[in-house]
């Protein structure tokens, strides 16, 4: 992506973590997003879901692979994030309304809104220069 992340992660500053994985999600796996219009906070709250493009709920999956970033966070005193915009976990500017067709609204994936509650800062690809003044 950037020299700096490549020059951060020789430097030991880089945890790579997909929180989707970590859950036990497969690699290639379904698409899937924050149902009705809602955000990651609401997955968060009890009052959103994520689900596959077949219907099938996949919130728990999400929500663990939330809580295991942030765990894993913490062990390091990590208080920087990059994360993946539009994904139903890192999205952290915008996400896809939950329709299934491209449509995006501004929002954040569970991992960013699990993340950002706990004082971490999160950034997207968009925003590496201003995390590159952050980290140095």
Do not use: K
């Amino acid at each position: 992506m950037h020299d700096s992340l490549a020059r951060w992660r020789t430097e030991g500053r880089v945890i790579a973590f997909c929180p989707e994985t970590a859950a036990g999600l497969p690699t290639p796996r379904p698409p899937a997003e924050i149902t009705h219009g809602r955000d990651g906070a609401a997955v968060l709250d009890g009052s959103g879901r994520v689900c596959e493009v077949s219907g099938h709920d996949v919130s728990a999956p999400f929500l663990t692979g939330a809580y295991l970033m942030l765990d894993l966070a913490r062990r390091h005193n990590s208080r920087l994030a990059l994360l993946m915009d539009g994904s139903p976990s890192c999205g952290s500017s915008f996400i896809y309304d939950g329709r299934f067709t491209g449509s995006r609204h501004i929002g954040q994936g569970v991992t960013a809104a699990l993340l950002r509650r706990n004082g971490i800062t999160v950034y997207s690809p968009a925003q590496f220069s201003s995390l590159e003044a952050v980290m140095g």
